[in-house]
């Protein structure tokens, strides 16, 4: 029971496929309340998906992108106290993925949007929840290794190599707090979003030979477990940390030879 007596807001839950999705159950079967975000289109879904998961969790709408939505969202709440964040949450229009020109195929109104929604988003749900967080609480959010070039992910990928940058910024800005800012980094899972970026399989076929440990593209848990570990007292004095969750390939210069 890691997460006994705290109250945890996840975003992006969508379909049970995803890692929200995991992390909500996780972190319910662990003690904890659980809040869930949606907003728009996505709330039905949403709130399909929180019915199965334990207890259902409340859905508060939440657009990341508008400035109402953020700043009512304490009153929205209705509650003292938030000891966990889940940033789950990432978009870009299509020519940022996979154009074939690359990264010049996207126009500036594109790359803005991507960087709103999947860089700029963490910061600012931070700031919006701020007067809630406990002195012991901690701000997870979901990443892709963003070290290196990927086939296709394009600006999403310098998308996620600024949230890398964010988290550690925002991680000096509230330690001083005792707030956690960390990161996990999951290997490529068949989740809605991955399902949107074109190529991408080729990373996922790719993944189970490059991991040492292999890697399943339809098991989220793995992430979520670390999520939710993070998420609790088990590490006090993590923060600004990028925790690689993908069966080791991060840590692997080249896939071994195809066994004949």
Not at 32 to 55: C, E, H, I, N, Y
Not at 78 to 89: F, K, P, Q, T, Y
Not at 202 to 212: L, Q, R, S
Request: proline fraction near 7%; aromatic fraction near 6%.
């Amino acid at each position: 029971m890691l997460l006994t007596n705290r109250t945890v807001l996840v975003t992006g839950v969508l379909t049970t496929s995803s890692i929200a999705f995991a992390v909500a159950r996780l972190a319910i079967e662990q003690g904890a309340d659980v809040v869930l975000t949606s907003f728009d289109r996505a709330l039905p879904v949403t709130r399909r998906a929180a019915r199965k998961l334990p207890g259902e969790p409340p859905v508060i709408e939440l657009d990341l992108t508008d400035p109402n939505h953020l700043s009512s969202l304490v009153d929205r709440l209705g509650i003292e106290r938030l000891d966990g964040v889940v940033h789950s949450v990432g978009f870009a229009p299509a020519d940022c993925l996979g154009h074939p020109d690359g990264l010049s195929g996207a126009s500036w109104n594109d790359v803005a949007t991507a960087l709103e929604v999947s860089t700029y988003s963490l910061t600012a749900l931070v700031r919006a929840v701020r007067p809630l967080l406990s002195p012991t609480a901690s701000v997870v959010g979901l990443d892709f290794d963003a070290s290196v070039a990927w086939p296709a992910y394009d600006w999403m990928g310098v998308a996620k190599a600024a949230l890398e940058a964010s988290s550690r910024y925002l991680a000096r800005d509230l330690g001083p707090a005792g707030v956690r800012v960390n990161l996990v980094a999951a290997g490529p899972l068949r989740t809605v979003a991955a399902r949107s970026i074109p190529g991408f399989a080729a990373i996922e076929d790719a993944w189970n030979h490059t991991a040492p440990l292999g890697w399943n593209v339809d098991d989220p848990e793995p992430a979520a477990r670390a999520v939710v570990a993070l998420l609790s007292d088990w590490f006090p004095a993590t923060t600004g940390e990028i925790i690689h969750v993908d069966g080791g390939t991060h840590a692997i210069g080249l896939a071994p030879p195809a066994e004949s």
